[in-house]
């Protein structure tokens, strides 16, 4: 992938421009409590607030906005543990264009029946032993469908971009930015913004403890294929990095950090009892870093993206309770 291949933050601003007046422009909270506990002052984008509870919506629409008639005619496809399904079935929904769905068979409750309640078609595999990409592909070859991937399309990380421009337009320029990260969809974009509004920021990428491809990615200089980890953190257990986004990362963040399954379930506590939002672990991973940092993050204005907020009820009383 050379420099003039990959996107720009002119995508991103042009992916702004599709989303206004669709996507929420969702609030930046702080928190007192937090400012105290980290000696920092800290600013949380709060995708959990978007629409269909995660920032998949941004970079969904801004790829089926730019589809042409025939590929609307013939409707899209996309392969996702989640959010990503649930982001095209609404926006294809939006754009009157018919969506099929390849999502694992033990995908999280709420996000199959929400992801099936926007008139998706979804299509069940087995996460473990079974390669969703192929079945993606072939189900596009077979049936003309356009095959939208959840991270390594330029479209998709242009507008999973735009949430980041909104925190520094309303935030202002910050030293520190902690971002989820699974495929790098959100963080490619992120930086792209970054690099482009605070190019002085320090960004950090988050991933779950068990599965740091990313993190071995980066420091490697190669993009890292591991086995799916397993993890509480249901949005970010990708297997590797894409094209795409890899070659923003490697140039534009600075580091990539874990988190612990337990460092999630603190931070997934902290925002319901003290800050009264739901997170779902995934979106946590941002928070749980900067926490475990906090010294490093004394006197510095610090950014973090919650990335969203689909969790099961159920599943989030067990977590928060201990008993799962
Ligand atoms: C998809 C998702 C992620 C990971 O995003 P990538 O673009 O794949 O890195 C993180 N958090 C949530 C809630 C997600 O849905």
Same mark, same amino acid.
């Given at each position: ?6 996107? =720009? ?10 989303? =206004? ?14 400012? !105290? ?14 629409? %269909? ?6 970079? +969904?629409? &801004? ?10 005619? +013939? #409707? ?18 939006? /754009? ?27 299509? #069940? ?5 079974? !390669?969703?990409? +192929? ?22 990380? =242009? ?5 980041a421009k909104e925190l520094f337009e309303d935030a202002g320029a910050l030293d520190y930015l902690f971002v989820p990260l699974g495929g790098g969809g959100l963080l490619s974009g992120t930086a792209l $913004?970054?690099?482009? /509004? ?18 071995? $990615?980066?420091? $490697? ?5 591991? !086995?799916?980890?397993?993890?509480? =953190? ?17 140039? !534009?963040? &600075? ?6 399954? +337990?460092?999630?379930?603190?931070? %997934?506590?902290?925002?319901? $009892?003290? %800050? ?32 969203? #907020? ?15």
């Amino acid at each position: 992938m050379t420099p003039s291949q990959l996107p =720009a933050y002119a995508d991103v601003e042009a992916a702004a421009s599709r989303i =206004a007046g669709i996507a929420h422009r969702t609030p930046v909270l702080t928190s007192r409590t937090l400012n !105290d506990m980290t000696g920092a002052e800290v600013f949380i984008k709060c995708e959990n607030l978007q629409r %269909m509870g995660a920032f998949k919506f941004r970079g +969904a629409f &801004n790829a089926l906005s730019r589809f042409s008639p025939e590929q609307r005619k +013939a #409707g899209v496809v996309a392969f996702s543990s989640g959010n990503h399904a649930q982001g095209i079935a609404l926006c294809a929904k939006l /754009l009157g264009i018919p969506a099929t769905i390849v999502m694992p068979h033990d995908a999280p409750a709420a996000k199959v029946a929400a992801t099936k309640g926007y008139g998706a078609k979804v299509i #069940g595999y087995d996460r473990y032993t079974e !390669d969703r990409e +192929a079945i993606g592909k072939r189900l596009a070859d077979e049936n003309g469908l356009t095959l939208i991937p959840p991270y390594d399309h330029p479209d998709i990380l =242009a507008g999973q971009g735009t949430a980041a421009k909104e925190l520094f337009e309303d935030a202002g320029a910050l030293d520190y930015l902690f971002v989820p990260l699974g495929g790098g969809g959100l963080l490619s974009g992120t930086a792209l $913004s970054t690099r482009a /509004l605070a190019p002085q920021c320090v960004l950090y990428g988050v991933e779950p403890e068990a599965g740091n491809d990313g993190q071995q $990615s980066f420091r $490697s200089g190669g993009i890292v294929h591991i !086995d799916t980890p397993k993890t509480i =953190a249901d949005g970010a257990q990708t297997q590797h990095l894409g094209n795409y986004t890899f070659a923003i990362i490697k140039r !534009d963040v &600075n580091d990539i950090l874990t988190a612990s399954d +337990a460092d999630l379930v603190n931070a %997934m506590k902290f925002f319901a $009892s003290r %800050m009264k939002i739901l997170v779902e672990p995934t979106g946590c991973l941002g928070l749980a870093a900067a926490l475990n940092m906090k010294d490093a993050l004394k006197g510095k204005r610090v950014g973090v993206i919650i990335s969203g #907020g689909n969790i099961d009820l159920d599943r989030f009383c067990s977590l928060v309770t201990g008993e799962a």
